[in-house]
């Protein structure tokens, strides 16, 4: 149980493309869903946090005009990087709650942009 | 605000050997947390978790132990095999009905044969 379904596992944009990545619960109802970055060999950085019908809420020096974040559903959300750009390459990974102090992470999205 | 951290980056064992990992957090308010196993490029994988209001944890072949007095814990693996090795992150959350967490810097776990 508690499964999260990650989508795509990575994928590769141009300069300047927005790209959309998927966080889905597939068994439970996630009233909060986490987007975290992972840099090579460092530690999972939250990004926001977002819950089901609401504005995410965005860590500090996270552009949110740039991290798109929509938690449409209570299965469902999705982080879109607009303009996209090289150094926005990294590991993304979400997680989610069902509010019960536990959490489940996706399995990542690798992004690489050229 | 919160930190979470490691005290050493890399460890070496053998295989059979008990591996120890040790994390500090610094926010007196955490009342959660986990340990992950993060095999490359996958996502965490969860271990084991502990309350505040407990002082040990025991799974299969792990244990964590917690020390709120000076906010430390440690994840300990019993027997470690060459599957064991990973990434280990200890993670904490911020407190009550706050449920984001705060990752530890990571600790490799290497396992030789």
């Known amino acids: 149980g508690a499964v999260v379904s990650q989508h795509p596992s990575w994928v590769i944009c141009k300069s300047g493309t927005s790209v959309k990545i998927e966080c889905r619960s597939l068994d439970f109802q996630a009233t909060t869903m986490f987007w975290y970055r992972q840099f090579p060999k460092q530690s999972l950085m939250l990004m926001a946090t977002?819950?089901?019908?609401?504005?995410?809420?965005?860590e500090q020096g996270v552009e949110k005009d740039k991290f798109l974040i929509n938690h449409a559903s209570l299965t469902l959300s999705t982080l879109t990087v607009t303009s996209a750009h090289p150094e926005d390459s990294s590991f993304y990974i979400c997680?989610?709650?069902?509010?019960?102090?536990?959490?489940?992470f996706g399995q990542g999205t690798r992004l690489t942009v050229v | 605000g919160e930190s979470v951290g490691l005290h050493l980056p890399t460890l070496s064992v053998q295989e059979g050997d008990n591996s120890i990992i040790n994390c500090a957090y610094s926010n007196s308010a955490s009342d959660y947390f986990i340990w992950y196993k993060q095999e490359s490029g996958k996502g965490p994988q969860f271990i084991i978790d502990?309350?505040?209001?407990?002082d040990k944890r025991q799974g299969q072949r792990v244990t964590v132990l917690l020390n709120k007095t000076v906010k430390h814990l440690s994840l300990q693996i019993a027997a470690t095999q060459p599957g064991d090795s990973a990434v280990y992150f200890c993670a904490a959350n911020s407190g009550g009905s706050n449920y984001k967490l705060t990752f530890g810097k990571g600790t490799l776990l290497t396992v030789n044969p």
């Open positions: 502990i309350r505040s209001n407990m």
């Open positions: 997680s989610a709650s069902a509010g019960t102090g536990a959490f489940s």
């Open positions: 977002s819950n089901e019908g609401s504005k995410a809420t965005y």
